[in-house]
């Protein structure tokens, strides 16, 4: 079955600084997979998705991830945080092209002034 | 064009009541699946509709909860007998499902059993 880790449940980091989260999954085969932002009192808004090719995807909002099959990995990255991305960020996997989706528990980031 | 709408917002019921919780998908979209969000949790899955039929009603959590979407459009989630382990937002998400694809979610119906 397929599953997916968000080890972080929350990151503070300062406005201007690099970001990192950490995303690891568990699926046999070549898995599809998405990072999803959810902002208070929004709806759920993709930022990015992986389904074949190169393996790093470019997002919305400056943000970008990259799929690493030898870790099951796939890390989402934005150089410089601005305020307004703070957030729920969630990660998921899908098994095919119009399946369900799994998704993890979430990393809320907070940023500093 | 619209997203996916959701209705109502918000809904209170009392324990052992029946609700139903509608979506509207985004126009032309095929697929449409169903999460619940628990507090501090990530959406689960539920049931996923490729037009009228449902494809994977795997994550329904008992018979309590069923769903339909008797014209391929509109989908009308129900919960009978409610319990307060059912309080939840509740999100609907569509897709083209026509090939690798993007499923896009309402706001949500926030579900509170007393």
């Known amino acids: 079955a397929q599953s997916v880790t968000q080890p972080d449940i929350h990151i503070t980091v300062s406005e201007g600084a690099s970001l990192e989260l950490r995303c690891n999954y568990s699926?046999?085969?070549?898995?599809?997979l998405f990072w999803y932002v959810q902002s208070p009192g929004q709806g759920l808004q993709l930022l990015l998705k992986y389904f074949s090719g190169d393996t790093l995807v470019q997002g919305i909002k400056g943000f970008e991830a990259e799929f690493k099959r030898s870790q099951s990995s796939f890390n989402l990255r934005k150089p410089s945080v601005h305020w307004s991305d703070a957030a729920e960020y969630f990660c998921?996997?899908?098994?095919?092209?119009?399946?369900?989706?799994?998704f993890g528990k979430g990393t809320r980031l907070h940023i500093l002034p | 064009g619209a997203g996916v709408s959701q209705t109502p917002s918000n809904k209170v019921t009392e324990k052992g009541k029946y609700v139903e919780l509608r979506c509207d998908p985004i126009s032309g979209h095929t697929a449409l699946y169903w999460y619940r969000q628990s507090l501090g949790q990530g959406p689960e899955f539920l049931i996923y509709?490729?037009?009228?039929?449902?494809?994977?009603d795997s994550g329904l959590p008992n018979d309590r909860f069923f769903a339909v979407r008797p014209e391929g459009s509109v989908s009308t989630l129900k919960i009978q007998r409610t319990e307060r382990g059912d309080s939840a937002v509740y999100l609907c998400?569509?897709?083209?499902?026509?090939?690798?694809?993007?499923?896009?979610f309402g706001p949500g119906t926030r579900l509170t059993v007393l």
């Open positions: 998921a996997v899908g098994r095919n092209r119009d399946d369900k989706i799994i």
């Open positions: 509709f490729q037009g009228t039929g449902a494809a994977d």
């Open positions: 699926y046999g085969a070549t898995p599809y």
């Open positions: 998400a569509s897709s083209m499902g026509n090939g690798p694809d993007t499923q896009y």
